[in-house]
């Protein structure tokens, strides 16, 4: 077909495939534009073209090439009207993967930081429930329990209040991401390894802040812990 630009016919010579999602931006302004050749830039008046494409014989090729394009441009080109990027194809991607290594390492500083309070919540917790049964330890222990007993019990305690935690953290996040997925449209998936790999840290969790306090309750005196008012 032909078509005219600035009262200039051009041939039609090659149509790209259509996208696989044409509803999102990226791809309308894919279906939506046309390349034309350098030689065809002196018909368009005074619309000035905005970029050029040009293809290497290969990728070991497209370094030299973009020196020479480089040097050519700074020859020719006024820098006072307006500077130019030469850039390899990726370069947008890399840029975007830059951002997005940048955003996954502010999450995680947020997470550990989340880790870190609601570990020292969970001593605050334990060390409120040692004080509060020390009586009941001294008895067990008068009536045979041993250290590793009273250490174990204060652990699991530890251990299932931060389970309980992620199992509300998880409900929520699957919660968000499944609204966010039917109403924003974006493809978020969940991997079954994310959420056991939520439960195996909160399990770590609970037993390096709880740590602390089993300890003080199972190196309770019996005799001390029993007379505790």
């Known amino acids: 077909q032909i078509m005219k630009v600035n009262g200039n016919n051009f041939e039609v010579v090659g149509v790209y495939g259509a996208r696989v999602e044409p509803d999102t931006p990226s791809a309308y302004q894919t279906d939506n534009f046309m390349i034309l050749p350098y030689t065809a830039t002196r018909l368009l008046g005074d619309t000035a073209p905005t970029e050029f494409l040009v293809k290497a014989k290969d990728d070991a090729s497209m370094k030299t090439a973009i020196t020479e394009i480089g040097g050519y441009l700074s020859g020719v080109v006024d820098q006072s009207m307006g500077g130019y990027q030469v850039q390899k194809e990726g370069y947008w991607q890399d840029y975007q993967n830059q951002q997005l290594t940048m955003i996954s390492l502010v999450l995680g500083g947020i997470a550990a930081i989340s880790l870190l309070v609601g570990g020292i919540g969970i001593m605050n917790i334990m060390y409120v429930s040692v004080t509060e049964r020390t009586r009941e330890i001294g008895l067990r222990m008068s009536v045979g329990a ?43 998936y969940i991997q079954a390894w994310s959420v056991f790999l939520s439960f195996a840290v909160c399990t770590v969790t609970g037993v390096f802040f709880g740590w602390y306090p089993a300890k003080k309750a199972a190196d309770l005196d019996p005799i001390e812990a029993i007379r505790y008012e």
């Open 146 to 188: 041993r250290g590793v007993d009273i250490l174990s019990q204060f652990l699991i305690e530890a251990i299932l209040i931060s389970i309980t935690g992620g199992i509300i953290g998880v409900v929520i996040g699957c919660g968000a991401s499944f609204i966010v997925k039917n109403v924003a449209h974006w493809p978020i």
